[in-house]
């Protein structure tokens, strides 16, 4: 099992370029989620999907956009890039582990620079 | 809102010796917390998970403590090796259905 991937691994785009980042897992998980890390914060949630067919605001959704394609693929777009979208962006995906437990499995993250 | 602590500060052991981070969280009432590990350049991989009715939890050298009355989890490391060496991000249920709120970790710095 790949576990969970993610496309691209390292980008750079100019202020106002339009990206999509794209996410899969093969571990047959229903919620998966989209974190951005900067140094001194921490990993904060941009978006998340509990279930297939549903999507929701994290910390810091604005500037972002999310599609649950299916149960595996969750990409996130960011319409109009800025430099303050320059970060480390993972991918996570979580099942139920026991009651009200959800243990994430990350993907190797993509580091996007916007100038 | 729900805020979580860990120590900024890097923490330099010996090998061999025990490794103790602190997690301390207040305004929450978390069902569990659980810790990751995360290596410069990687995502974070998941450790260990305790309950709010657990007091504590074992996994070969890790130790998890939960006390939810001081609000607070210890992880330790027993016997640290240079390979533990990473940080550490503490994380408990968030305020959405399946999600985390990630503490900003500490560093770990085993030196031989």
């Known amino acids: 099992n790949a576990g969970v991937t993610q496309t691209p691994k390292f980008q750079v785009l100019k202020t106002g370029q339009s990206m999509t980042l794209q996410c899969a897992q093969d571990?047959?998980?229903?919620?998966m989620y989209w974190y951005r890390q900067d140094p001194g914060m921490g990993l904060r949630l941009i978006y998340y999907?509990?279930?297939?067919?549903?999507?929701d605001k994290g910390e810091v959704p604005n500037g972002y956009n999310v599609s649950r394609l299916n149960k595996r693929e969750f990409s996130l777009r960011l319409e109009s890039a800025a430099p303050s979208q320059t970060s480390v962006y993972f991918c996570?995906?979580?099942?139920?582990?026991?009651?009200?437990?959800?243990?994430?499995?990350f993907g190797p993250g993509t580091r996007l620079t916007v100038t | 809102s729900q805020k979580i602590e860990q120590n900024s500060e890097a923490l330099n052991i010996q090998e061999g010796k025990t490794a103790t981070l602190t997690c301390n969280y207040t305004?929450?009432?978390?069902?569990?917390l659980q810790w990751y590990r995360q290596d410069p350049g990687r995502g974070p991989v998941f450790l260990l998970l305790?309950?709010?009715?657990?007091k504590e939890k074992r996994k070969e050298r890790l130790k998890v403590t939960f006390d939810t009355t001081l609000k607070q989890s210890l992880f330790h490391i027993t016997a640290s090796q240079p390979a533990d060496s990473a940080t550490y991000l503490c994380?408990?249920?968030?305020?959405?259905?399946?999600?985390?709120?990630f503490g900003k970790g500490t560093m770990l710095l085993v030196s031989p």
């Open positions: 996570a995906s979580s099942g139920l582990a026991g009651a009200n437990s959800y243990e994430q499995y």
């Open positions: 571990m047959n998980h229903n919620s």
């Open positions: 999907s509990a279930s297939e067919g549903t999507t």
């Open positions: 305004n929450y009432s978390p069902a569990y």
């Open positions: 305790i309950r709010e009715n657990e």
């Open positions: 994380a408990l249920e968030g305020s959405g259905y399946s999600t985390l709120t």
